[in-house]
């Protein structure tokens, strides 16, 4: 569970979230659950260029990642090739990283294996959502049973950067979990919005294959 601290404007957020634009991330973004597969990829996609830097730098880059990944579609973003790399390696407003631009590739092609697989991305990764939530009151962590098996469940389907740490992170932003502190302005918004959010299934007569 976050911290809690005071923004510049008195309001009590997560200490993360004390400028913009983390503030208005913070505010209208974190922690609200997702079910949409262009979003859960695109999350996925920046938490694995995140890897090793601050979310404040991809957080800055956002709309350029998107404009460079074609709003993140899945389909559009598998089938990129060599001549994809070599551009996202010459655009100054993402983070030219190859290993990281190929893994973007890859976990495309692997989310419509994962989509023909369970219905949707957005119904599989819903299935690690914790039984039992978090006590509010304890202290932050990095990593996660859950997580540690969605990235295991993940890695066996052949993703790249997405280790246990990432799909923590990846899991608050996305809202499988609530991790605002309590008392922050957005706890009670994000925990009626998980009450009142319809977890994501797979279509009748798609079998449940194991996580």
């Avoid at 957080?59 to 551009?87: C, M, Q, S, W, Y």
């Avoid at 990235?151 to 799909?167: D, E, H």
Wanted: aromatic letters at 10%; glycine letters at 8%.
């Amino acid at each position: 569970m976050n911290a809690l601290s005071p923004a510049a404007d008195g309001v009590p957020r997560c200490s993360w979230a004390a400028r913009e634009p983390e503030t208005g991330y913070h505010d209208t973004e974190w922690g609200f659950p997702v079910g949409d597969d262009v979003r859960l990829f695109e999350k996925i996609c920046l938490e694995g260029f995140q890897s090793g830097l601050s979310w404040r730098t991809i957080l800055l880059k956002r709309d350029n990642f998107r404009a460079a990944f074609a709003g993140f579609d899945i389909p559009t973003v598998a089938g990129f090739g060599e001549h994809e790399v070599e551009r996202l390696l010459g655009d100054a407003g993402i983070i030219r990283h190859r290993g990281k631009i190929n893994a973007a590739i890859n976990n495309a092609a692997r989310a419509l294996e994962l989509i023909d697989e369970a219905g949707s991305l957005a119904a599989f990764v819903w299935r690690f959502e914790p039984e039992v939530a978090a006590d509010p009151t304890a202290e932050p962590v990095s990593i996660t049973p859950e997580s540690v098996a969605l990235s295991t469940a993940l890695k066996k389907r052949g993703w790249k950067f997405v280790g246990p740490t990432t799909m923590y992170a990846f899991m608050q932003s996305m809202g499988v979990v609530n991790d605002h502190a309590p008392g922050c302005l957005t706890y009670e918004p994000v925990a009626r919005a998980r009450e009142q959010f319809s977890r994501p299934k797979p279509p009748a007569g798609v079998p449940l294959s194991p996580p």
